[in-house]
């Protein structure tokens, strides 16, 4: 699961600001203080569900539900929703006719395509192959979610 990080880069930074450590931060995150400090400068996109936990369990609770309130994707690191490109295969579809032609012209399994289909995730190279082959390179940047996660996809 990834969750989106503004809400805790904004608490450690925060935290920071009124007397907290960087020492303190290394020890609940594991991470050097060169990745806490560009945490906290909001240079990282989403935090995985357990780094949301650890920073949660280090603040107050009343703090801890605010920063739960963050928007949650049910998918890992190194995935996209697969909403960005259901609409592109079902467009292929009605193009081409078969699920057997649209897999041909992306150079994939038929059975993938099922799979994707039914996933509420899917790979970033997938995700690639699938948006360049039917849009070309521009269609990451010709739709305002699609850029969202072509430029958003740091993980803290």
């Given amino acids: 699961m990834l969750v989106q990080a503004r809400r805790y880069a904004r ?5 920071l600001a009124n007397g907290g450590s960087l020492g303190d931060w290394r020890l609940v995150t594991g991470r050097t203080q060169d990745r806490i400090e560009a945490f906290a400068e909001g240079e990282y996109d989403f935090v995985t569900g357990r780094m949301a936990a650890k920073i949660e369990r280090a603040l107050p609770e ?3 539900e605010w ?3 963050s928007p949650h994707y049910p998918f890992g690191t190194g995935d996209v929703p697969a909403e960005l490109v259901h609409p592109l295969l079902d467009l292929a579809l ?3 006719e078969t699920d057997l032609n649209v897999a041909a012209l992306l150079g994939m399994n038929p059975r993938r395509l099922f799979q994707i289909r039914r996933q509420g995730s899917v790979d970033w190279k997938t995700a690639d192959v699938i948006i360049t082959k039917l849009l070309g390179p521009q269609g990451w940047l010709n739709d305002e979610q699609r850029r969202k996660w072509y430029f958003e996809r740091s993980v803290f």
């Fill in 11 to 15: 608490a450690v930074r925060g935290d």
């Fill in 62 to 64: 009343r703090l801890a």
């Fill in 67 to 69: 920063l739960r309130e």
């Fill in 94 to 96: 009605q193009q081409h």
